[in-house]
T-cell receptor, first 110, second 117 residues
Framework: DQQVKQNSPSLSVQEGRISILNCDYT??????FLWYKKYPAEGPTFLIS?????DKNEDGRFTVFLNKSAKHLSLHIVPSQPGDSAVYFC?????????FGQGTELSVKP | DTGVSQNPRHKITKRGQNVTFRCDPI?????LYWYRQTLGQGPEFLTY????????KSRLLSDRFSAERPKGSFSTLEIQRTEQGDSAMYLC???????????????FGQGTRLTVV
């Protein structure tokens, strides 16, 4: 039973454009959400998070949006850069432990 | 380097052997997690500790798997009688929390890649 889903396994974007990565969850008890970025042969690196009491959180080029009624969150990267090419995981946290989606591989082309 | 450290980085073992991995968390972090990741999947939760107390274990963690954090600092994950299906990347993460329900970001180590032949 996949409680956190990333339905797009891959995404290709032109440099300078916006990248939008999507994530859906099933459990309304989840109250904290995170995005991680992963390069091959490395552990995931924390990017940005959002609490369920907010609907938007911004950090530089990265913005996370949360739609609780739709149980949906998204990560916007503007402008996209070739160095952003990696696998992105969303995660949801019920009481401290993290449940991850399957990941979306982002490719930013120069 | 004050990040999460995992040893070894790579381990090749024969089926049926026991293996042990070590994780040293960020020094002031009281929470420590173990995850397993296979190709094309996200990290799967295995277990986590608040200080030395093991708070939760996943159903994925069969009786061949055991994790310890004896003094609330480093942790070990042991797999007994390894099987080929145990081949995966084993990730450790740590975070700082003032309460067992508090949500906070976790910081990951580089992982231990296990290959069972």
């Amino acid at each position: 039973d996949q409680q956190v889903k990333q339905n797009s396994p891959s995404l290709s974007v032109q440099e300078g454009r916006i990248s939008i990565l999507n994530c859906d969850y099933t459990n309304s008890m989840f109250d904290y959400f995170l995005w991680y970025k992963k390069y091959p042969a490395e552990g995931p690196t924390f990017l940005i998070s959002i609490s369920s009491i907010k609907d938007k959180n911004e950090d530089g080029r990265f913005t996370v949006f949360l739609n609780k009624s739709a149980k949906h969150l998204s990560l916007h990267i503007v402008p996209s850069q070739p160095g952003d090419s990696a696998v992105y995981f969303c995660a949801a946290s019920p009481r401290g432990k993290l449940i991850f989606g399957q990941g979306t591989e982002l490719s930013v082309k120069p | 380097d004050t990040g999460v450290s995992q040893n070894p980085r790579h381990k090749i073992t024969k089926r049926g052997q026991n293996v042990t991995f070590r994780c040293d968390p960020i020094s002031e972090h009281n929470r420590l997690y173990w995850y397993r990741q296979t190709l094309g999947q996200g990290p799967e939760f295995l277990t986590y500790f608040q200080n030395e107390a093991q708070l939760e274990k996943s159903r994925l963690l069969s009786d061949r798997f055991s994790a310890e954090r004896p003094k609330g600092s480093f942790s070990t994950l042991e797999i007994q009688r390894t099987e080929q299906g145990d081949s995966a990347m084993y990730l450790c993460a740590s975070s700082s929390s003032t309460g067992w329900t508090q949500n906070t970001e976790a910081f990951f180590g580089q992982g231990t890649r296990l290959t069972v032949v």
